[in-house]
């Protein structure tokens, strides 16, 4: 079983959508989590932390449920911009690792 | 700004030959990373740097190595290509503090011919 497990997607929605994305990890040790957008060709850039209490920030929700060991984001009201891949991370000591990433299209 | 610098964009090799793979950060981080990313297999950890001259191996660090001479510089190194190597190295830092989030270099494409 890989450590950090995404649904690779692609995940096809209309603007204006609520779209949700859950990755599951294996490390119960795992200390902190962070979901990262990746546009074609760039590297990687934080989009948000991920607390058990979860966290807002604009049209963007991230959850994280320890007990099930998983991780979500949820995105509002989608737009065009939002087009890209998504990927989940956890950080275990020193050692951070990546899901394969969810790809998500936002169409006119 | 924050600037995680990778040495060439683009880089073409042959195979057997010695690569090496320069990444600068000029954050004063402790921890730094080497990953791969190839299509449907995500970002792979190959090895990474808690502190200078130290090193730990990730989950694919076979036909790599790595040095930490400096806190700023990390290198990946291929010992002698091969073809499967080809691919996307994105080099990453981060301060030690707990919860602390990964800047990325914008990555080198390397084919290995």
């Known amino acids: 079983r890989k450590e950090v497990e995404q649904d690779p997607g692609p995940f096809n929605v209309p603007e204006g959508a609520t779209v949700a994305f859950n990755c599951t990890y294996s490390?119960?040790?795992?200390?902190?989590f962070f979901w990262y957008r990746q546009d074609c060709r760039k590297e990687p850039k934080l989009l948000m932390s991920?607390?058990?209490s979860g966290n807002e920030d604009g049209r963007f929700t991230a959850q994280l449920n320890r007990a099930s060991q998983y991780i979500s984001l949820l995105i509002r009201d989608s737009k065009l911009s939002d087009s890209a891949t998504y990927l989940c991370?956890?950080?275990?000591?020193?050692?951070?690792?990546f899901g394969a990433g969810t790809r998500l299209f936002v169409k006119a | 700004d924050v600037k995680v610098t990778q040495s060439s964009r683009y880089l073409v090799k042959r195979t057997g030959e010695k690569v090496f793979l320069e990444c600068v950060q000029d954050m004063d981080h402790e921890n730094m990373f080497w990953y791969r990313q190839d299509p449907g297999l995500g970002l792979r950890l190959i090895y990474f740097s808690y502190d200078v001259k130290m090193k730990e191996k990730g989950d694919i660090p076979e036909g790599y190595s790595v040095s930490r001479e400096k806190k700023e510089r990390f290198s990946l190194i291929l010992e002698s290509a091969s073809t499967n190597q080809t691919s996307m190295y994105l080099c990453?830092?981060?301060?030690?503090?707990?919860?602390?989030?990964?800047?990325f270099g914008s990555g080198t494409q390397l084919s290995v011919l």
């Open positions: 990453a830092s981060r301060s030690r503090r707990l919860n602390e989030k990964l800047f």
């Open positions: 991920v607390y058990s």
């Open positions: 991370s956890n950080t275990g000591g020193f050692k951070t690792i």
């Open positions: 490390n119960s040790a795992s200390q902190s």
